[in-house]
């Protein structure tokens, strides 16, 4: 009698009825032919890492400009940065970056309100938690929490950067990143005459940048825009932001835009007025693309359904963080879209999750994502970021994490203030 007559029977069956229903399909073998048929046994599945982060550092950095940046809502001659260091219970940690400003003149957060907020109200969110994953933790920051989007993306955007560091993934590899390489276009600030600006912009084009884009404010648009393409030729992609800075009456104004060809005019009225963008991009054959409009994924189908503009700049950090661009750029996708990642003057910290993120498949406009050196005489990453002379940045798809180690004995010469949150020692565990 075989083994397999044998357990049959052990579970109830006659002995010889038994023996029917198993010799029926199969051919009688020996119980060591069987055994060298089996297959090997599958090796244990690897124990995936769990979140539990245990202390958030904050620090506030003072980072010279190499010359000030001046949009039509103010101008900047050194960056207040917010730098957070998560830590996990495990001791993996990450640096990440809040991109609030020092003045509400971009979006109502500033550097101090996103300090507040990630003390108050958003890190004892996470503290305590066991999470999964960075996927939910913007719904577990949004719950209740209205706006504060800057602070909830330093948090979440360290979460997918602490979770790149514990699962040995590149961080644009964990995004669904595709790019080995992304094309980046450079800003020029408001310049004192249109003179100044041509000379900005053949020297970009000279380094190699994909893109022009000019600041513009009223009185200083025009004028500016047209010479910059009589210099600049036909074929060279230029844009202009606006900041926001018009309103719909100065549509008539705006439209002499058209004939400067631009790639795009971003953002050219208040956040809020997707209606009168919607009348304004009827009016214009130039593309407009929203960027303080778009502040979640709502806005953005709002935008495509109203006409209120054909493109959209992400910035992460204006979104909420990485869960909330990529439902931007998925939706994007869908409606055929493009995207491009902006800028909000990063430190080399903040400039490996926009790289990271412009590798998703749909950012097919370049970005603004600059290396280290158009900002900084000296940033506060190594390596720097750099740009190939053909306006292209890498992507660093080999190393786990930001792929950029930071300079911190540079940090603490230019550390203003810090303040360091720790986690209650009781864990809960969260789905
Ligand atoms: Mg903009």
Redesign the pocket.
Known sequence: MSGLTTTVYQIGLSHRRAACYVRAPFPRRSPSSFRSRRPPPLPPLPRRRMIRLDRISLREIHLALKEPFRISSGVESTRRILLLELTDRDGASVWAECVAGALPNYTPETIDTAWLAIREWLAPRLFGRTLPDATGVHALLAENIRGHNMAKAALEMGCWGLESVIQRTPLALLLGGTRTEVPTGISLGIQSAPERLVERALAALAAGYRKIKIKIQPDQDVAYARAVRAAVGPDVELMA?A?AAYSIEDADHLVQLDDVKLLML??PLGADELLQLAELQRRMTTPLCL??SITDVRRARDMIALGSGRII?IKPGRVGGFTASRAIHDLCQAAGVPVWC?GMLESGIGRAYNVALASLPNFSLPGDLSPSARYWAADIVAPEWTMTASGMVRVPREEPGLGVRVDVERLEAITTRTEVLTAPRTMVPVA
Do not use: L, S, W
Request: aromatic content about 0%; cysteine-free; hydrophobic content about 0%.
């Open positions: 932001d900041n971003e953002q960027d303080e700049n902006g």
